[in-house]
């Protein structure tokens, strides 16, 4: 059966935990998960004994937060099964440390606009690696100021360019994390490239040593999976597909199992980690 390696729980910006999820990869007849939560492995780490529990293999994974240097972009590396975690995870608690100044900083905005009080969007990040947006608009619902968690109302406060809580998280570059992650024993895979406009990047990542794409993800647009496997075909890459589970926090649900990796692409990912770190396990 195939494997999901796309998804987020309540670590970082989902809203389902982890034994539940793992349950319902079991339900689903998966043979393999990996959670993703953003710049932590620490929600791969806590499923695994959920995983040795209810027989889902748990392939450790992060995913990785970066820009394009010259367009100052978005682009998120998957990074799975580190023989070495040391360089990558300083790397992600540096990321994560600029994110939660700046949503503390956004979500006090936030109560300057609407009488919430911030302990009420603190509530609602407990147990994550730190506040996201999708906190604070939940305590934005349950205060009764919006029911669409990115309606107008995210828009208002956090548009790009408008927003009255927008605020900048400084990410490293992505040949920084590229660099670091082979060095760590990762395989690293360009996540949902058409959502953040990475397609002119690949040929560059690709020479920085990307080991695969992303194919098949929800948000993919018509001719994605074509294009993208074609790319992946021509240079050798390894082709994963994956949910991008976020629960109900997001704007486009799809359960568990949506998208999936075939168990010939999955052997290739642990074949190619088991090779670079020369173990058997991998933590």
């Known amino acids: 059966m195939p494997a999901d390696l796309h998804i987020h729980s309540k670590i970082s910006d989902g809203s389902t935990e982890i034994d539940e999820i793992v349950l319902i990869a079991k339900n689903k007849g998966l043979t393999a998960i990996s959670i993703t939560d953003h710049d932590t492995l620490a929600g791969s780490d806590r499923a695994e004994g959920f995983g040795e529990r209810f027989g889902v293999k748990i392939i450790h994974g992060a995913e990785v937060s970066s820009i394009d240097p010259k367009t100052g972009r978005n682009v998120h590396i998957l990074c799975y099964l580190p023989s070495s975690r040391e360089r990558i995870?300083?790397?992600?608690?540096?990321?994560?440390r600029s994110r939660?100044?700046?949503?503390?900083?956004?979500?006090?905005?936030?109560?300057?606009?609407?009488p919430i009080p911030y302990d009420m969007i603190l509530r609602r990040s407990a147990g994550s690696s730190c506040i996201y947006k999708q906190h604070v608009m939940r305590a934005l619902m349950d205060a009764g100021y919006t029911s669409d968690?990115?309606?107008?109302?995210?828009?208002?406060?956090f548009d790009r360019r408008f927003g009255l809580a927008k605020v900048k998280i400084e990410k490293p570059s992505v040949f920084e994390v590229l660099r670091i992650a082979r060095e760590s024993?990762?395989?690293?895979?360009?996540?949902?490239?058409?959502?953040?406009?990475?397609?002119?990047?690949?040929?560059?990542?690709?020479?920085?040593?990307?080991d695969g794409i992303e194919v098949y993800y929800p948000r993919a647009r018509e001719d994605d999976e074509k294009v993208l496997g074609d790319i992946c075909r021509e240079h050798n890459l390894i082709m994963t597909g994956g949910t991008d589970?976020?629960?109900?926090?997001?704007?486009?649900?799809?359960p568990i199992g949506t998208c999936t990796t075939s168990d010939d692409q999955l052997e290739r990912i642990i074949a190619l980690a088991k090779s670079r770190s020369g173990k058997k396990q991998f933590k």
Do not use: W
């Open 89 to 96: 995870s300083t790397l992600m608690r540096t990321t994560l």
């Open 149 to 157: 968690m990115f309606g107008d109302v995210f828009r208002k406060l």
């Open 245 to 254: 589970f976020h629960g109900c926090n997001t704007d486009d649900p799809h």
């Open 100 to 114: 939660r100044m700046a949503l503390q900083t956004a979500a006090q905005k936030v109560t300057v606009a609407y």
């Open 185 to 210: 024993g990762c395989v690293t895979i360009l996540a949902h490239p058409n959502v953040y406009n990475n397609y002119d990047l690949i040929p560059e990542l690709i020479e920085h040593g990307l």
